[in-house]
């Protein structure tokens, strides 16, 4: 296309690249999966507990050594100690 005198070069090229939908294609999502938290005053020192999303169930499950159990969406997701989000694609 030819730019008119009034229109810059990136003006056109971002125009283009919307009419061609590419800003769409780029677009990444992520989903949350995992929330490790750590218990403690230090890092060396404490306890660590992980919460994580299984697909396959629709359900977020707590682990804490041993012990496994089934926990609500706010319960993972709303966790104060949180030391690492994992994600996935």
């Known amino acids: 296309r030819k730019l008119d005198e009034s229109e810059s070069e990136s003006e056109s090229d971002l125009d283009s690249d919307i009419e061609a939908g590419i800003y769409e294609k780029n677009v990444r999502t992520f989903k949350l999966f ?29 682990f804490d050594d041993e012990n496994v159990q089934s926990i609500s969406d706010g319960d993972a997701l709303g966790n104060a100690d949180a030391y690492l989000l994992l994600y996935t694609r």
Not at 48 to 59: A, H, P, V
């Open 34 to 62: 995992s929330v490790i938290a750590h218990h403690g005053d230090y890092v060396g020192r404490g306890h660590y507990t992980n919460c994580t999303y299984d697909k396959l169930t629709d359900k977020w499950y707590h």
